[in-house]
C-alpha cells in the first residue's frame, strides 16, 4: 500500500504560488472527502480545504477563498492544492489528509509527514 505522501512546499515570497501534492494511495484516495490542513509553529493543525469525492465540491476555510483551490485527479489517485497570492500568515506544514464530512469535523486521518510552505514578508 502505498502511503500518502505530501510536497511541492518551499521557501517563498509574499505574493508567490506554490502547488502542494500529495499521493493518496488507493485505500486513502477511497475516502469519501480528502482534505487539507495546516499547522503553524506551536498552534494546533487546521483545517484548509477539502473536496468531494463524487461530486467534486470544495469548501475552504473563509481566509484562503480566492487564493487557494483545491483538486483531485482520480487517475493518478493524487490530491492537489494550488496557492496563489501567498501571505505570511499562510506559513505552515501542510498535511493532506481523509474524512468523512466536507468540514472534517470528527474522523479525520492522516498518513503523511507534511510538507513545509514559508513565505516571507
Known amino acids: 500500500q502505498v502511503q500518502p505522501v505530501e510536497s511541492g512546499g518551499g521557501l517563498v515570497q509574499a505574493g508567490a504560488s506554490l502547488t502542494l501534492s500529495c499521493a493518496a494511495g488507493?485505500?486513502?484516495?477511497?475516502?469519501?472527502?480528502l482534505a487539507w490542513f495546516r499547522q503553524a509553529p506551536g498552534k494546533e493543525r487546521l483545517f484548509v480545504a477539502s473536496?468531494?469525492?463524487?461530486?467534486?465540491?470544495?469548501f475552504y476555510i473563509e481566509r484562503v477563498k480566492g487564493r487557494f483551490s483545491i483538486s483531485r485527479d482520480n487517475a493518478k489517485k493524487m490530491l492537489y492544492l494550488q496557492m496563489n497570492s501567498l501571505k505570511p500568515e499562510d506559513t505552515a506544514v501542510y498535511y493532506c489528509?481523509?474524512?468523512?464530512?466536507?468540514?472534517?469535523?470528527?474522523?479525520?486521518?492522516?498518513w503523511g509527514q507534511g510538507t513545509q510552505v514559508t513565505v516571507s514578508s
Open positions: 489528509a481523509a474524512c468523512t464530512i466536507p468540514s472534517c469535523v470528527g474522523f479525520r486521518d492522516f
Open positions: 488507493t485505500r486513502n484516495f477511497s475516502a469519501p472527502i
Open positions: 473536496i468531494d469525492g463524487i461530486n467534486r465540491r470544495s
